[in-house]
């Protein structure tokens, strides 16, 4: 057990990871505007700055000088409290993801991770959860039957989706047999021993996993909460100004969180192949020290780990582009009668393998 | 009943798994997008970028002088005629004695405006004209204002300037390549 490192050191790593969510969420928007564009043989936004990379700034600006509109017969705390929640949920969740393994600094250890705890997988999956209730919360204060059927359609989406979800990772955590994100990612790493990515071993529940992040995040072809030819805007239609902002930015926010999550379980995390033979290499043939060698292979993985993060950022947006919508009832069908006993076999899989002493 | 011998008869057949499963029609739909991704795109960049005109494009109006710089224009009044849209009002006047280098003829157009939001650039104008003055120009278009006033071209904005250099000051500025390859082009 290394010891924890210096909670001044946590609180650095936890502002650097919520500056980063917030600035790859504000790029997100503009990355979607453009792969949009790329995707329909359109440029996309490259107006502002160059290659319009200013985009998401004078979208901040549109959206704070806009007019603060509270709609007749809303709860107005609540009102102000929907979009604020979803926001802080989806911020809160990103605070246990092992971004890179640890530094080594004349013997201090540094952990590139906010917080290491050895329930992390839960912690996301408890915020995660809770962020359903800033949209319900929002689609209800809202007075509006549009807001308010949109508010009970992502709920009801993100709880039979997270059944699913949950029996996924319960797959994972059968063979990793903790919790910890960063155990999950050091098992699929050891040195001086051939180890494979969860993806191998879990190609069934990935794919669950996948499917099921999409419909957590609100994200095409689970959209429904925000169906415009149905809903007008869903949850937000009466969300105006920043308010409006912060739904959709705790999309994006989402999104990053769950690439990382994916990336974590399944992908590796901040792990590279042949990481321990580049570090090897320099510490034989280079005369490196152990340590600087072992930071410099941190410092790639986490190059790594944002590689595989924002690999998942542009399929949710690929994705986004080419599918359409699902209805409401196939949506549901597909949760519960589908992803869910394909759960459940996948849990039953990996249990007769485990035994059987495969993986 | 059936109307015509062209007609099909479709059956409903049960989908395979492979459709059932929806997996492969996604990694289709998925290669379609992505061949879009690395397209050519359509997109024209447009102040940067201006797309080619055609070199029978007719453009803004333009009232020509003849070789000495005087106006051709003798406000016959044909073109206001001519015109489907009735975009063209014009003042005839006679020239004074002194005005014989700004003016061809003894009638001249004390004002010539014409109403480039009523405008359907047809043409006829040009065609009308017994005396070649005006013609529609292949290389400006007519750009955007904010206030409807600004779009009833007068004399100022429409008669040829003396010096030949100053022409593009109106309409849409084109940069000097671009003026230049396209009067290559139009010859």
């Known amino acids: 057990m290394i010891e924890l490192p210096a909670l001044g050191w946590q609180s650095i790593v936890i502002f650097v990871v919520f ?125 509006n039957k549009f807001s308010l059927l949109g508010a009970i359609r992502a709920a009801s989406q993100n709880i039979s989706y997270e059944l699913a979800m949950g029996m996924a990772l319960i797959a994972v955590l059968m063979i990793s047999g903790t919790l910890s994100l960063r155990d ?3 098992q699929q790493s050891v040195a001086g021993e051939w180890h494979v990515w969860n993806i191998v071993k879990q190609p ?111 399929f949710f947006m690929w994705i986004r582009w080419t599918l359409p919508r699902f209805r409401y009832d196939q949506l549901m069908r597909l949760g519960w009668t589908i992803l869910i006993p394909l759960a459940v076999f996948n849990i039953v899989l990996t249990g007769g393998l485990i035994l059987a002493g495969v993986i | 009943m059936q109307l015509t011998n062209r007609a099909k008869k479709l059956e409903k057949k049960p989908m395979t798994l492979a459709e059932r499963a929806y997996l492969p029609a996604i990694f289709q739909g998925l290669s379609i997008t992505m061949r879009h991704f690395f397209m050519k795109k359509a997109t024209v960049r447009y102040p940067e970028e201006v797309r080619p005109f055609s070199n029978t494009f007719r453009g803004l109006h333009v009232l020509k002088r003849d070789e000495q710089g005087r106006e051709r224009c003798t406000a016959c009044g044909l073109c206001a005629v001519a015109c489907p849209a009735e975009a063209i ?47 529609l120009q292949p290389d400006k278009m007519a750009p955007p204002r904010y206030e409807r006033d600004e779009f009833i071209y007068g004399k100022d904005r429409l008669v040829e300037p003396v010096s030949p250099d100053e022409r593009s000051v109106r309409g849409i500025q084109l940069t000097a390549d671009q003026a230049t390859t396209l009067r290559a082009r139009i010859g």
Request: aromatic share 16%.
């Open chain 2, 89 to 135: 009002t014009m003042v005839a006047g006679e020239r004074k004695k002194g005005e014989e280098g700004l003016y061809r003829e003894e009638k001249y157009a004390i004002s010539y405006e014409i109403n480039m939001l009523r405008c359907i650039f047809c043409g006829l104008c040009e065609e009308a004209c017994p005396k070649a003055a005006v013609y």
């Open chain 1, 19 to 143: 500056a980063l969510s917030l600035l790859i969420a504000t790029y997100c928007t503009y990355a979607e505007r453009v792969i949009a564009a790329f995707l329909q043989d359109r440029v996309g936004p490259d107006r502002a700055g160059p290659y319009g990379l200013a985009q998401p700034l004078a979208d901040a600006v549109k959206m704070f000088t806009k007019e603060e509109f509270f709609p007749g017969g809303a709860n107005k705390a609540l009102f102000v409290f929907g979009p604020c929640l979803a926001m802080i949920t989806a911020l809160m969740s990103s605070a246990v993801i092992p971004f890179g393994n640890i530094m080594n600094f004349g013997n201090n250890l540094f952990f590139l991770q906010g917080i290491e705890v050895n329930i992390g997988m839960l912690w996301v999956f408890g915020v995660v959860s809770l962020g359903v209730y800033g949209v319900m919360i929002g689609g209800w204060a809202s007075n």
């Open chain 1, 184 to 186: 999950i990612t050091l």
């Open chain 1, 204 to 314: 069934l529940g990935f794919i669950i996993f996948l499917v099921c992040a999409f419909a957590e995040t609100n994200r095409t072809p689970f959209d429904l909460p925000e169906c415009e030819t149905e809903l007008v805007g869903g949850y937000h239609t009466e969300y105006s100004s920043m308010k409006l902002g912060l739904y959709l930015f705790s999309e994006y926010v989402n999104i990053f969180v769950v690439s990382a999550v994916m990336s974590v379980l399944y992908f590796g995390g901040f792990n590279f192949p042949f990481q321990y033979e580049l570090r090897d290499w320099f510490v034989s043939s280079q005369g490196w020290e152990l340590a600087s060698a072992q930071n410099l292979i941190t410092l790639l993985g986490t190059v790594g780990l944002f590689l595989k993060i924002f690999a998942f950022i542009f």
